[in-house]
């Protein structure tokens, strides 16, 4: 079954298909295949970018008083911060001034995992993010998508933490569950 869209929705993609990609992303051994188009959402919600230290290529490319500590990690994991507007400050004219040595991070981020999940971002500075989720429409054309969204869903509302935490939990609980 395919949910049509309305005027102002988007494809998200197959339900399955997406799944088995992002829990590849999170997994470490992909990037996340977005389709963002014009869409600096993530960009602009006053969102901590977190830096692993084997990251040497994305650390070059950043000026390094745009860097700190990450907190409760060890020493050599940083986060990139966010001007006063809430930017990620390698965010110049709409485009990512870093594209290609991204963070990882930013490789593997994924709005859709909220709407998967159906966890609702509740900070006001995330209302970019949010608008776009809400846009989100998964297709599911065999019983295995809808299979996997019910899953997604149901490990999501007893999953606890920040949204964040919710969705993701909810994606990874799903990637060990037993199959029949």
């Known amino acids: 079954m395919t949910v049509p869209l309305d005027g102002d929705g988007l494809e998200a993609g197959q339900f399955s298909t997406w799944l088995g990609g992002m829990q590849a992303a999170l997994g470490g051994e992909a990037g996340s295949d977005v389709p963002c188009g014009s869409c600096t959402a993530c960009c602009t919600s006053s969102q901590f970018v977190h830096i692993d230290p084997d990251e040497t290529d994305t650390l070059g490319s950043i000026p390094p008083d745009l860097l700190f500590p990450a907190p409760g990690l060890p020493i050599g994991h940083v986060v990139l911060g966010y001007d006063d507007r809430g930017h990620c400050p390698m965010l110049v004219d709409r485009r990512c001034s870093i594209y290609p040595q991204r963070p990882r991070a930013c490789r593997t981020y994924d709005c859709r995992v909220f709407a998967a999940a159906g966890v609702d971002l509740d900070d006001e500075r995330k209302e970019a993010v949010a608008g776009q989720v809400r846009r989100w429409r998964f297709s599911f054309p065999t019983e295995t998508d809808r299979d996997d ?13 920040n949204p964040t935490q919710r969705a993701l939990l909810a994606i990874e609980a799903v990637a060990t569950r037993p199959t029949a």
């Open 149 to 161: 969204f019910e899953a997604v869903r149901a490990a999501a509302a007893t999953a606890t933490g």
